[in-house]
T-cell receptor, first 113, second 114 residues
Framework: ETGVTQSPTHLIKTRGQQVTLRCSSQ?????VSWYQQALGQGPQFIFQ???????GRGNFPPRFSGLQFPNYSSELNVNALELDDSALYLC????????????FGPGTRLTVT | AQSVTQLGSHVSVSEGALVLLRCNYS??????LFWYVQYPNQGLQLLLK??????LVKGINGFEAEFKKSETSFHLTKPSAHMSDAAEYFC????????????FGQGTTLQVKP
């Protein structure tokens, strides 16, 4: 059984640029959630995707957007990067009907300069 | 609205001593509750979960937690700390009935002294 994987591991971007982060779900999982974890904080829910549709969103601006593909992998896109976007971005996958039980990937560390 | 409060941002114990990490929740509906552990530069690993079955929940690595509705608490314990337990611990509550969005506490750093 393959766990949740994320790429890239680390990323450095400049303010105003755009970034795409990628996530592959655990085998058999069809729901993907994204979280932002600022340094020294708990993760904060960005949004969730189920069957390629957004299925709930946290308190994040529209410049945070996502996609889910037919194979259940997912992307997180952030436009017009700001310094405060520097964080660890975590992807979590879960099974339909058990969306509360989420399995996390190792994360992507984004630094915005 | 659901929320989670973890009491104590840092907890230090000696190897072999009892570990107690505190978590209180607020929820207008019966909650699902979780403890996750995060080692440096890694993602979150699920330690244990409460989903309205037994109130005493056993997890991995010898950890357990007890759901106490009257105290709105879900404290994490381990009888004997090991050096490898040093990590960041997060308590989380699930917003049931919809997306399964997890709301996390601020985290508690556990230090284990030899």
């Amino acid at each position: 059984e393959t766990g949740v994987t994320q790429s890239p591991t680390h990323l450095i971007k400049t303010r105003g640029q755009q970034v795409t982060l990628r996530c592959s779900s655990q085998s058999g999982h069809n729901t993907v959630s994204w979280y932002q974890q600022a340094l020294g904080q708990g993760p904060q829910f960005i949004f969730q995707y189920y069957r390629e549709e957004e299925n709930g969103r946290g308190n994040f601006p529209p410049r945070f957007s996502g996609l889910q593909f037919p194979n259940y992998s997912s992307e997180l896109n952030v436009n017009a990067l700001e310094l405060d976007d520097s964080a660890l971005y975590l992807c979590a996958s879960s099974l339909e009907g058990f969306s509360y039980e989420q399995y996390f990937g190792p994360g992507t560390r984004l630094t915005v300069t | 609205a659901q929320s989670v409060t973890q009491l104590g941002s840092h907890v230090s114990v000696s190897e072999g001593a009892l570990v107690l990490l505190r978590c209180n929740y607020s929820s207008s509906v019966p909650p699902y509750l979780f403890w996750y552990v995060q080692y440096p530069n890694q993602g979150l690993q699920l330690l244990l979960k409460y989903t309205s079955a037994a109130t005493l929940v056993k997890g991995i690595n010898g950890f357990e937690a007890e759901f106490k509705k009257s105290e709105t608490s879900f404290h994490l314990t381990k009888p004997s700390a090991h050096m490898s337990d040093a990590a960041e611990y997060f308590c989380a509550v699930s917003v049931t009935g919809n997306t399964g969005k997890l709301i996390f506490g601020q985290g508690t750093t556990l230090q284990v002294k030899p």
